[in-house]
């Protein structure tokens, strides 16, 4: 019999942006989910696999300590953490191709800007601080990073500063704040990653099963 030790540990988005496909994949894998939306685990019943349900931000760290072996989060949340780490924390095993957006930096109409050159001396505000110091570093920028936890599309009206970066996907927000994209700073879509920490055998069979049928599911996807 398969102990609780045993079971493989899976950290999705508990609801949000990524919560659905996430489960989606994962049934059309062949996992019987068990559980409802509003627990905090949901168990597999057919595999030894449980559901971690927490939110998209805490993934990183989970698998990275290997609370979760494995996790299904966005690239632009795996980055931002990862460029905070002194040593790599996980393998990115697949790209899902859902959770599609960019985080781009926007201007306000008639704000005028060339290249990334535009920037120097500017106030950009995000809550992307590392992936956007990184953007200004690799064209040589110096600006000023205005860290923000949310509402940054408000940011220019409300003068804090001057440019943003932030996630966009259709660019519906942007517009009705009056922001327009101007540059890329990251491209992203929700990632499968796994933790660098070794498995059990137990675990490790586990978790071939698992890739075998994500990867079977994104094989008729591509
Ligand atoms: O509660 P929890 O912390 O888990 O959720 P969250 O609120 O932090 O994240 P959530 O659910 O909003 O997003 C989860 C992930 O979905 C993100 O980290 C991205 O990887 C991905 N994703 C895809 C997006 C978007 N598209 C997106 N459009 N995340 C956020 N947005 C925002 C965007 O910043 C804008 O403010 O949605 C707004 C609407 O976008 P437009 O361009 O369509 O208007
Ligand atoms: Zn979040």
Do not use: W
């Not at 899976?10 to 489960?23: H, T, Y």
């Not at 994949?25 to 349900?53: C, W, Y």
């Not at 939110?55 to 989970?62: A, E, H, K, L, V």
């Not at 940054?152 to 009705?176: M, N």
């Amino acid at each position: 019999m398969i102990g609780t030790s045993d079971r493989l540990h899976l950290a999705i988005q508990k609801s949000g942006r990524l919560s659905d496909s996430s489960r989606a994949l994962l049934r059309e894998s062949g996992l019987r989910i068990q559980h409802g939306k509003n627990d905090l685990t949901a168990r597999v019943d057919n595999f030894p696999i449980d559901l971690m349900l927490v939110r998209d931000d805490d993934i990183p760290t989970f698998v990275r300590d290997g609370v979760c072996e494995f996790g299904i989060v966005g690239r632009n949340v795996l980055e931002e953490f990862a460029l905070g780490e002194a040593e790599p924390a996980y393998e990115v095993i697949a790209e899902l191709g859902f959770g599609t957006c960019a985080l781009r930096v926007a201007a306000p109409e008639g704000k005028a800007y060339d290249s990334p050159a535009s920037l120097a001396g500017e106030r950009i505000a995000t809550s992307y601080p590392r992936l956007l110091k990184r953007f200004l570093e690799e064209n040589g920028v110096e600006a000023t990073v205005i860290e923000m936890s949310g509402a940054v599309e408000l940011a220019p009206r409300l003068h804090i500063a001057s440019y943003i970066c932030d996630l966009v996907s259709t660019g519906a927000t942007l517009e009705a704040n009056g922001l327009h994209v101007v540059d890329t700073v990251l491209e992203s879509e929700a990632l499968l990653v796994r933790t660098l920490k070794p498995l059990t055998p137990e675990k490790e069979e586990a978790a071939e099963m698992l890739l075998m049928r994500i990867r079977g599911v994104l094989a008729t996807q591509d």
